[in-house]
């Protein structure tokens, strides 16, 4: 997932954590606004019935003024007929032994109130009573005669259903508003994120045409005055040093090259006054130093500037030609030369032959010690193809795409991570010659192909 992708992502989150948070919030408070609403109610009523019970108590009581049970529970009877029940609550008065129920009130809480499942009289704070009828809100009052002797408890119900429903109502309410919020929330948090991250588009689209070829090339600053802004002036600045480097390193091969292409002149010059058989071999020898010099040096600048000379070459020669030169070298008895196809194919002898060589030092320095190559060379639809393979342990598949990078090596041991050009010149010198090079690697070996037209009449 992308940067836009993520923040979007967590913004997302913490508005529905928040959203989520309020809405659970806000479902509490309905119903502690219900249930206070619920006791003030039932507080209020239990004051009237006590007055109510109170005012016919006296009229209740015998000659002794004395209230007796009988007496208590006439008054409460009456006291019941003058504050009955009402719509959201229960009146009931225990007295004498008997619970006393006036008429009217919600139906399921009066039935439970009648019944035997009625909570026991406990005189004191509200308190809710988890009941068959659902969650109910009681309140308990005593009621005393004039000697302070109790004659009676009031009892007076309320369901919290409809608190209940309310607060689900709004919850549910919340929950779709909350929602409808997040996706508009969401979508302008999309356009706002991708508005503010298209600065970053424009430095990656340019980061990406970037090539080492063309170092003089500067992503644009976005006039923002913020991280990206720095971010962008910070690779320029990067891009700036790298191209220093680079101008650096190019003059330090020019020099090098220069440097070592006196030595050769003097050597060469020597030769041609000394003659003789030995002496012309180690002439070519050293012209093909110099050739390789000089490929090296194009390769190790950067670019495809290897500048072969494509001409008829007969690759029954080419072949003999890297079999005498392999034959004085210590693992000549590791390769095997393959009879060449008599074809004759448009590039540079030289060139060719050594691609060849290095190829062949490649698979021996990078196998075991008994490992074999063969060199061959054949004919196939119109193309020549070179060969050389060995049966090595194969190169590692993940570093397969790779090989043909500079500075890459195939050895498993602890030699280094870097091997020189490697295979990078072998591909760049059959490009100039207008080829392709690829390679095949498994468990049971490696084979790389050289692939050139064959000349037409």
């Not at 992502?9 to 659970?24: C, E, F, H, Q």
């Not at 029940?85 to 008997?98: I, K």
């Not at 298209?198 to 970037?210: G, L, N, Q």
């Amino acid at each position: 997932m992308n940067l836009a992708g993520r923040l979007i992502l967590r913004s997302l989150l913490v508005m529905a954590l928040v959203i989520g948070g309020i809405t659970a919030l806000t479902y509490e408070l309905v119903q502690v606004s219900g249930r206070n609403d619920v006791d003030e109610l039932l507080q209020q009523e239990a004051e009237f019935l006590s007055d109510a019970l109170g005012e016919e108590l006296p009229a209740a009581a015998g000659l002794d003024g004395v209230v007796s049970g009988p007496e208590a529970e006439e008054a409460a009877r009456q006291a019941l007929t003058v504050r009955p029940s009402g719509e959201r609550h229960v009146s009931s008065v225990h007295a004498n032994g008997v619970r006393l129920q006036s008429t009217g009130g919600p139906s399921r809480a009066a039935a439970l109130m009648r019944g035997d499942d009625a909570p026991r009289p406990e005189p004191g704070a509200v308190r809710t009573e988890h009941t068959d009828a659902g969650p109910m809100r009681v309140l308990d009052t005593a009621v005393t005669d004039g000697t302070g002797r109790q004659v009676a408890v009031i009892s007076l119900a309320s369901p919290l259903d409809t608190v209940h429903d309310k607060a689900t109502t709004v919850l549910l309410v919340a929950s779709a508003a909350g929602a409808l919020g997040l996706g508009v929330g969401g979508t302008t948090l999309w356009l706002v994120v991708r508005r503010t991250l298209a600065p970053v588009r424009t430095v990656s689209a340019a980061a990406k045409e970037i090539r080492p070829t063309d170092l003089a090339t500067r992503v644009p600053v976005p006039d923002t005055d913020d991280e990206i802004a720095e971010l962008a002036t910070e690779i320029n600045q990067m891009l700036t040093r790298i191209e220093q480097a680079d101008d650096t390193r190019r003059r330090y091969l020019a020099a090098i090259s220069h440097e070592v292409r006196t030595p050769l002149a003097v050597a060469k010059g020597h030769l041609e006054l000394l003659g003789g058989p030995e002496a012309d071999v180690v002439h070519a020898e050293l012209d093909r130093l110099r050739q390789v010099l000089e490929d090296l040096m194009a390769v190790a600048r950067g670019g495809d500037e290897i500048d072969a000379h494509r001409g008829p070459v007969f690759l029954p020669d080419v072949v003999e030609a890297v079999r005498a030169r392999v034959s004085s070298l210590p693992h000549a008895r590791s390769v095997v030369f393959e009879e060449a196809s008599p074809q004759v194919v448009l590039g540079d002898q030289d060139r060719l032959e050594q691609c060849l060589m290095n190829l062949v030092s490649n698979a021996v320095d990078h196998n075991p010690p008994d490992v074999t190559v063969t060199v061959a060379a054949r004919a196939e639809a119109g193309t020549a193809v070179l060969t050389v393979a060995d049966d090595g342990n194969g190169i590692d598949p993940g570093l397969l795409p790779h090989v043909f990078e500079p500075f890459v090596t195939t050895r498993s041991d602890a030699s280094g991570g870097l091997s020189g050009l490697g295979l990078a010149i072998v591909q760049a010198r059959v490009r100039a010659q207008g080829g392709e090079v690829d390679i095949d690697s498994g468990p049971e070996g490696s084979s790389v192909h050289i692939r050139l037209p064959l000349a037409t009449a």
